[in-house]
């Protein structure tokens, strides 16, 4: 990454007389490229200093302290193996002295391809790439390690960068605005659908009602609750917008034998949600197990509901449209895996929407959706997220989209951006957040993307 480096410093001189080149190699062992911005650097006057030969480890520190900015130059995106030795403490000395640091490309020490860290990894307060931002860009840790992140114009048409064969994309609201479903004024509640939410217990009651708000505050037209009696009062006693059907059980837990009740109101929906809050009980995996296979309307299958397929996953092999919202502890369940093999592996993600041709949101701080063609990273969101029944609420927005005909990939899109939107109308800092207040500004969300604009920030 030197010579990309040297042009910086090269063009720095136009603002600053003061601008400084440490160079980590020997000037025998510089790429050609590298040597010619070397020697154009100098032509301008430029003032440049070897490592070991003009200038020792210590005396570097000095200088990182007293610049105002460091730009990281040191390793690109082709950074393969660790970062160790003389160059992971420079790289720790920049962590600890420098002012302010600009990283090119991506910041020295993380992986392009992953987003992890090398060994040791500058933290920048500012990257700036070049054509496209890079999935190090925004997995974490490497997320968080280019502070701001810049895409600057290299002269590549904007064609190229808007190419359908450009499978790994970055939502935007752009995308979104375009998703959400025009409410004709003649309609009716018939004409945004009706979700069917399949869930809850005696332990998780609550999980249902979340999901159907949810659904609700995207506009879906009805939400019916079918959960185990007498928990339906859960719902029908604060939300009277809701529709709450008592499914009669032995304890309290969807079973075998509760499969023939349910299918009564499956011709009511238009999508189904199965799974929020219906346990890990080993009679309610039985229900599950029994009662996919009669689910012939779209599904978004969530939570305990996917932990009772692991191992059966052919059962995500459906003639209707399907998509699974696993949390990395759920997937990691699914395939059989360790939390740290799945956590952000979106290769893996993809595997399984191809195979399963399904689409799979891998919820985490940034989420991956996948469907068996393009993959899709969202960036919204904050810690206020990280709290029980938040995901039920997302399960519902990704159910009442597709209630409203929106294709499962489109649903998750739009559901997944406008969850994490709506988290961040509150503050990062605050802890506090609950599912019902994110529930209350849905809309307000909703408006605020449906009105984007080319001159939106």
Known sequence: NGGDGLVVARNL???????????????????????????????FGGHVLFLGKDISLESLMKEIRKRDIVVDSIFGTGLKGEVKGEISKIIEGINLFAKYVVSVDIPSGV??????????????????????????????????????????????????????????????????????????????????????????????????????????????????????????????????????????????????????????????????????????????????????????????????????????????????????????????????????????NYVLVEDLARRYQCTVVLKSATTIIASSDFTYFNLTGNTGLAVGGSGDVLSGMIGGFMAQGVDTTNAAIAGVYIHGLASEKFPDDVSGLTPSDLLKIIPSVMKEVRGWTSSSP
């Open 13 to 43: 001189l136009d603002y600053s007389d003061d601008v400084l080149v440490v160079m980590l190699k020997r000037e025998d062992n510089l790429s050609e490229n590298c040597k010619a911005n070397l020697e154009t650097f100098k032509n």
């Open 111 to 344: 992986d392009t391809n992953t987003g992890k860290i090398l060994g040791s990894a500058i933290k920048a307060d500012l990257t700036v790439t070049f054509f496209l931002p890079k999935i190090g860009h925004v997995l974490f840790p490497g997320r968080e390690l280019a502070g701001k992140l810049k895409v600057a114009n290299i002269g590549i048409p904007k064609f190229f960068r808007e190419d359908t064969m450009i499978r790994r994309r970055i939502i935007d609201m752009k995308t979104v605005s375009n998703i959400i479903p025009k409410r004709p004024p003649d309609s009716h509640k018939g004409t945004f659908g009706t979700v069917l939410i399949i869930g809850g217990s005696k332990l998780y009651s609550g999980a249902p009602v979340l999901v159907a708000l949810g659904a609700l505050k995207v506009g879906a037209g009805l939400s019916i609750i079918l959960t185990p009696h007498p928990y339906n009062t859960v719902a029908t006693g604060n939300f009277p917008e809701i529709v709450s059907v008592p499914i009669e059980t032995s304890d309290g837990f969807f079973e075998e034998k509760s499969v023939k009740e349910v299918m009564e109101y499956l011709g009511k929906a238009n999508v189904v949600v199965l799974g929020p809050g219906i346990s890990r009980y080993s009679k309610t995996v039985e229900f599950v197990r029994k009662l996919l296979p009669n689910i012939d309307v779209p599904l978004v299958l969530d939570a305990d509901g996917l932990n009772a397929i692991a191992g059966e996953l052919e059962l995500l092999k459906r003639k209707q449209p399907t998509v699974i919202t696993p949390h990395p502890g759920e997937l990691a369940r699914l395939v059989g895996k360790s939390v740290s093999d799945v956590k952000y």
